[in-house]
């Protein structure tokens, strides 16, 4: 009976040993789905955490929507953009769903790289290296929503993605 005894505690320490090491490699990583991100040289230095007063927050809520209202509105103008726009539109149309992979993946799928080596792209779809770019010779930055549904964001004047002056389509 003692020997029945101490295999019951071994299994329960190894057990415990084992649960305790998942833990910490959930709080480690965030969470269990969650891929663990590569090591960083450089960490940024953590910035204090002030409260924000509800007059900064409304402000902080309402510069952002008014930023993607005016980049929205440059995405909307721009002929470029909209041309990307109507040939990811024909590509859809022909093949139910929109081309996915990077910006040089996307490119290659609407010039001819697709399994019916069919072309979408227009004549006002510029390409430079193996990718759609705008005005400026940025690379375009494709964020797919869904199936039907594809953002395109330029990195506008700058060149800098996600700053003030980028030029938004959905």
Known sequence: MNRKVLQRAALTVIISAALIAALIFIFKTGTPNRPIAAASST???????????????????????????????????????????????????AFGENPVGTNAEITRAVTGGNSRQAKFSGSDV????GQMVDQWD?????????????????????????????????
Do not use: C
């Open 138 to 170: 940025h690379p375009y930055f494709f964020h797919q929503l869904s199936r039907t549904q594809m953002e395109i964001r330029s990195a506008g004047p700058d060149g800098v993605m996600w700053t003030k002056d980028d030029e938004v389509l959905r």
């Open 43 to 93: 960490t940024p230095a953590a910035s204090p955490r002030i409260p924000p007063d509800s007059l900064t927050a409304n402000r902080r809520v309402s510069n952002k929507d008014e930023n993607a209202v005016e980049q929205a509105r440059a995405g909307e103008s721009d002929p470029e953009m909209i041309g990307i726009k109507e040939t990811l539109r024909s590509y859809r149309s």
């Open 126 to 129: 510029r390409i430079k290296a």
